[in-house]
């Protein structure tokens, strides 16, 4: 800083304060600095800052799975409000292991981070959750609620999903045999929906498919094979299906297009849960149930900035789902 600083005519606290991104320095000596500084190959040492402060500019994004493209477009949102006010965000996949992720979540203790938004794993309890709130770690869980866990939490409004899947089902479409197919068996949102979506039919007078609704890993892949399974010892597809997830719902669909029973060719209504980008470019495409996972991420931005006892713009409240209808459930 001192080269940069003797080089331009400046004082070495204007160049650190440009480095530390301060509002105090003008525009113009701001270019400078940093077109000097990549000039002579200066690399702002923030691990010796971090020293100094004793704060850091990391924050974990601690998930299940990371290839998910719910996990991927929730993570977009993080980033986007973390990152316009200067935090790094640190992607850690724990595959639903439970010590993996108590690895993960002390590491960042450990590594003194800024925050952590996290997706507990399935099995996860209270306990696993203990240390990081006695490390005073500013923490958000996201979508999956843990009883007992005494830290902020944002998810969907899982009661509110299941009814509007069966409004729309049984009310749009006549469906007069319903399933929710899929979703882990632990998880907290199949539980909320299923529960909702299941009261909804009962009230309804509608018949429910036990059969059509069991557990199944949410994947695409193990929803193709679920319903492949099905459909080849001779079960009956209901009427109408609510998915977990657009992501069994690409499976559901395939496994039901390979025997002409969705979209134009069929019978069965599809619809999913979250309105993925990519789930307009399917053929069917794909009807959803809207629940804004990039927006849900910058949601979880702004409650972790608040936390952290930083100033936050915008709403800390998730958007309403909303059911985008299209082919896959006969609308288009």
């Not at 980008?277 to 809207?290: F, L, N, R």
């Not at 996972?293 to 930083?310: F, I």
């Amino acid at each position: 800083m001192i080269d940069v600083a003797t080089s331009l005519g400046l004082s070495r606290a204007t160049v650190s304060l440009v480095m530390r991104n301060s509002p105090l320095v003008s525009e113009k000596t701001r270019v400078a600095v940093l077109a000097e500084a990549e000039r002579l190959g200066y690399v702002y040492n923030q691990a010796a800052a971090n020293l100094r402060t004793q704060r850091n500019d990391l924050v974990g994004l601690v998930m299940p799975d990371v290839i998910n493209p719910f996990v991927a477009e929730v993570s977009l949102g993080v980033q986007e409000v973390l990152g316009e006010v200067g935090f790094f965000v640190m992607i850690a996949n724990t595959v639903d292991r439970l010590e993996l992720q108590a690895q993960i979540l002390r590491s960042l203790v450990e590594h003194r981070a800024a925050g952590v938004v996290t997706i507990p794993a399935l099995t996860s309890t209270a306990e696993a959750f203990v240390a990081l709130r006695r490390s005073g770690l500013p923490t958000v869980t996201l979508l999956r609620a843990i009883d007992g866990v005494d830290l902020p939490f944002v998810g969907t409004d899982e009661a509110a999903i299941g009814r509007l899947g069966a409004e729309h089902l049984i009310d749009v479409h006549g469906c007069r045999r319903v399933a929710y197919f899929g979703g882990d068996q632990l998880a907290s949102p199949r539980i909320g929906r299923l529960r909702a979506f299941r009261q909804a039919a009962t009230q309804a007078g509608v018949d429910w498919d036990d059969e059509w609704s069991e557990p199944v890993e949410a994947t695409a892949d193990a929803a193709y094979a679920r319903a492949t399974r099905l459909l080849a010892a001779g079960s009956r597809p209901p009427a109408g299906v609510l998915c977990h997830s657009d992501n069994m719902a690409y499976g559901l669909v395939r496994a039901l297009g390979d025997h002409r029973l969705v979209g134009d060719h069929g019978s069965v209504s599809v619809l999913g849960i979250d309105d993925l980008h990519q789930s307009a470019m399917w053929t069917p495409s794909i009807s959803s149930i809207a629940t804004d996972p990039v927006g849900l991420g910058r949601v979880c931005g702004r409650v972790l900035l608040a936390e952290m006892g930083l100033a936050v713009e915008g709403t800390r409240r998730p958007t309403a789902p909303e059911v985008h209808a299209r082919a896959s459930c006969g609308c288009v």
